[in-house]
């Protein structure tokens, strides 16, 4: 069975990895655990026979009668044939709590994590397998050259921990670069819940030119005498500015938006 360039595919050989994995993970029986990626199944069968039953989303349709075939030795997994982004991790929620796991495609993690971060309240953490350098980005205090949008949207929801590295000789194909174990855990926090929209449209323009200065860069968005209120420097750049900065933004914007609103 090939690795697939279009769907993005490094298989996880290491079984060291694998089983570092699955203790971060630390699965009990009775939850509701989702995998994106199965692939040929390899954290996949340690985690059902931890749990018993699970959920798997698997996008390449050669990969999903073999795991159909060889999943009743390990447990009863529920495979969905599906691109994850069009995924209602909502309603694949019902009733429990999901904890999601995933050997994540390098060329679309973006788009996942914040796909995922739009079910973030039915979700109760997430662990993944990406590209080194994202988890440095998601993880990135402000201050640092490679703290964005990324990180903003994800600290302000979720608590980031980075959790190992992990090298490119534990896949196969071998990618050219190395990858880590990122663990997040969503704060459900109701009312920045409810700032997501205005938090995105904030950071949006904040870091769309991230040399100029935010009374610049946020033109249109907020003027400076409200950029001040909220605490932060209009003369700041948007990496100087701390998730809490941001978050009072948020709300400043969101504040304005809702007394423009039609009665």
Known sequence: MHARKRFGQNFL???????????????????????????????????????????????????????????????????????????????????????????????????????????????QDMHFMLQREVVERMAAPHGDKVYGRLSVALQARCKVEKLFRVMPGSFWPVPKVESAIVRLTPLHDPEREALAPALDRVIRAAFAQRRKTLSNALQGVLDPVTIASCGVRPDSRAEQVPVSGFLELARAWQSIADSQAPA
């Open 13 to 123: 050989r290491d079984q060291e990895v694998i089983d570092r994995i699955v203790r971060a993970v630390k699965p009990e029986p009775g939850q509701h655990l989702v995998e994106i990626g199965p692939g040929r199944g390899a954290m996949t069968w340690p985690l059902l026979q931890a749990l018993g039953q699970m959920t798997a989303i698997e996008i390449d349709r050669d990969l999903v009668p073999m795991l159909r075939e060889q999943s009743p030795a390990h447990g009863q997994l529920e495979v969905v044939e599906a691109d994850v982004l069009g995924v209602d991790f909502t309603e694949l929620a019902g009733a429990r709590m999901l904890r999601v796991v995933g050997n994540l495609p390098y060329n679309i993690s973006t788009p996942v994590l914040f796909h995922l971060l739009d079910h973030a309240p039915v979700i």
